[in-house]
């Protein structure tokens, strides 16, 4: 399937980090959520119902970014993808999320971590 949603560019503070400083002050993190389903009905309906309401996967992915605390970039995307999967029927979630004050000892533009969630297929 080729159909997608995708919420680019979102912007939090959180309080994610191994060092117990980087979890004192809050710092940015970009999250990328690209959603994975099948348009075809929303494209015919025109109707809110038929699909995902960007607003609210928005909400749902700050209030886990801000309201809670991981050490791992990569458990705080974990979280993330297993929230939208479980209230949404997506086919697969990719999860883009950057943290780019990290603490590191140079220049970079970004720490960026990718995850791929597929939801399983059932069998009647």
Request: proline fraction near 6%.
């Amino acid at each position: 399937m080729s159909d997608q949603i995708a919420l680019l560019g979102m912007r939090f503070l959180g309080r994610h980090g191994v060092r117990l400083e980087e979890r004192l002050e809050p710092q940015p993190i970009e999250v990328d959520l690209l959603l994975q389903l099948d348009l075809a009905r929303p494209a015919a309906s025109d109707e809110l119902a038929d699909t995902i309401d960007y607003s609210a996967a928005f909400e749902m992915v700050r209030g886990i970014v801000e309201g809670q605390s991981f050490r791992l970039v990569e458990a705080l995307a974990g979280a993330i993808a297993e929230a939208i999967l479980a209230a949404y029927a997506v086919d697969g979630i990719e999860i883009r999320l950057r943290k780019p004050k990290a603490p590191l000892p140079g220049q970079f533009d970004t720490v960026e971590v990718r995850l791929t969630r597929r939801r399983p297929l059932t069998t009647g």
